[in-house]
């Protein structure tokens, strides 16, 4: 971890540039607007590093309770003592011998990364202020799951964006505040669902339009006298109270809504109707994984669950059609009487509007915005094909029961893996293969029950470790091959064991289709407890 002070004069130079460029001047110190720009960050907490007693911070909710933590930079000196031939008798037996030296990492900072400060899962990027889960970017501050980006604040869910504040699930923008599941616009405020448009604000659900407020485009010259009147008044109300409404705040504090056309309705999406196609992937990744075909995954649903952001069902506003809402930000802020489906949200931006009274203010926006506040639940990009439970998809097929899939194919009951094929029951596991329960993981394959590890193959129950080979129940190592509790064995002790220890598994799963022990609880339980 960096000097704290450091870090933050870094990125309290970007804010006050930030503001230069979006408010027109600067309006303080940062730290003011902390309070703020934190409201949507996930959680986050710190703990004690059993090894150096220095603050760890840990961004993953789901260690049971009495983990014991480490700094990844502590993991030189938390080298547990081998365990012995009697102790790798089966899995009970490990946990029973090993469980008070199962150590998880905090603080992971890895790559070319510098000047991070009180951050974990951060990877090749730079000046990153009280951030979790950021890949190659730099000056981010208060933000999660970033990839790409830079000049960031207060952000949630972005890749490739640029000069942000106080944003969720952004992608490619630039130069805008409070931008809501938007993508490719810049020079725009308080603005929902709309993609490829410039200079839009308070405007729900556009495409390819520019120089609009309230969804009425304007003339050029009457937009930019409007534009720099609200952002005046945005700066004040930022300087007086610290902090700004978001549109969901906005939208639901207002009980009106617009009155559907009567007959609305719109051709929407189908869903994929091939289930056959991922069962089969089920059966190929547990037989690889696991050593058996295991049946019918539905019966699988809730263990493979156990650790991965779920949804929950929902229903258009509009038409009274089944859609889906994720359990993670920004979608589980959304007023569901406002939740509409994508075809929908796009015909709805087309037909309402406020009232060219309606947006000389500030004020007056705030309260006008319910005649046009409708929010997308569901996001497909590119071409996507048989997609069956899916919330949000980018260039991905045969898919199933999941909220994120991008750059994907055979995969299910998963959150965001990425550029990955027959992924089951993983989170933010990228570029991985045939891997089941993977989770915040880079480059893996045939794993099962990972963590915060990456470049690795034929890796279980294990946590932070890099490229691994042939391991199980592994914690804090590099470059291992052929061991159990980080003890190297012989090859063919370790092939007959780790056959033992499969077996146990998948049998364990035929009978009660969920397992006692899982990569976040092995290191708190004694089994006799």
Known sequence: MSDINTTYENLNRSWKSMCRLLLGEEIGEMK?????????????????????????????????????????????????APLSINEIKDIDSIIDAFHERFLYSGNIILSNSRDVSQSTNIQN??????????????????????????????????????????????????????LWE????????????????????????????????????????????????????????????????????????????????????????????DKGTIEDAFRNTTKIVLGKELQG?????????????????AASAATGRPTSLSSHAPYKFYPRDRIVKVNESIKLGEILHMDESDINSLDSLKDSLWKIAFFCSEIMLGENKNLIGVMLANQSSNCYKGSVYSYDEY????????????????????????????????????????????????????????????????FNSKNLKHAIGNTLLEPCKYKSTKSALLSQVAGELERTKTLKWDIYNIGCAMVKQ
């Open 32 to 80: 003011e607007y902390e309070k703020w720009l934190t409201q949507y960050l996930e959680p986050m907490r710190a703990e004690r590093s059993a090894i150096s007693c220095k603050d760890v911070y840990v961004a993953v909710q789901d260690y049971c309770k009495g983990a014991k933590f480490i700094s990844l930079e502590d993991t030189q000196a938390a080298k547990p």
């Open 125 to 178: 990027s730079f000046h990153i202020l009280r951030s979790n889960f950021i890949w190659d970017s730099e000056y981010v501050g208060f933000s999660s799951m970033v990839r790409g980006g830079k000049h960031l604040l207060g952000v949630n869910n972005d890749a490739y964006s640029s000069f942000m504040l106080s944003s969720m699930e952004t992608y490619k923008n630039s130069r805008c505040l409070e």
């Open 411 to 474: 995969c299910g009951f998963s959150f965001w893996p990425r550029d990955s094929k027959y992924m089951f029951g993983s989170s933010m596991a990228f570029s991985c293969n045939f891997c089941m329960d993977a989770y915040n993981s880079v480059n893996l394959s045939r794993c099962f029950e990972t963590e915060s590890c990456s470049n690795s193959s034929d890796l279980y129950f294990s946590h932070n470790c890099e490229n691994a080979q042939d391991a199980m129940f592994c």
């Open 297 to 313: 995954m539905d019966a699988y649903g809730d263990w493979l669950l156990r650790h991965v952001i779920k949804t929950k069902p």
């Open 182 to 273: 938007s993508f490719d616009c810049t020079g725009s405020y308080f603005t929902f669902g709309s993609w490829n448009c410039q200079n839009i604000l308070f405007s729900f659900n556009q495409r390819n339009k520019r120089n609009a407020i309230g969804n009425i485009e304007l003339p050029r010259d009457k937009f930019l006298s409007l534009k720099d009147k609200l952002i005046e008044e945005m700066r004040d109300e930022l300087k007086r109270n610290k902090s700004l409404p978001s549109l969901f705040e906005i939208a639901s504090a207002n009980p009106r809504k617009p009155k559907i056309p009567a007959g609305f309705s719109t051709e929407e999406m189908q869903e994929g109707t």
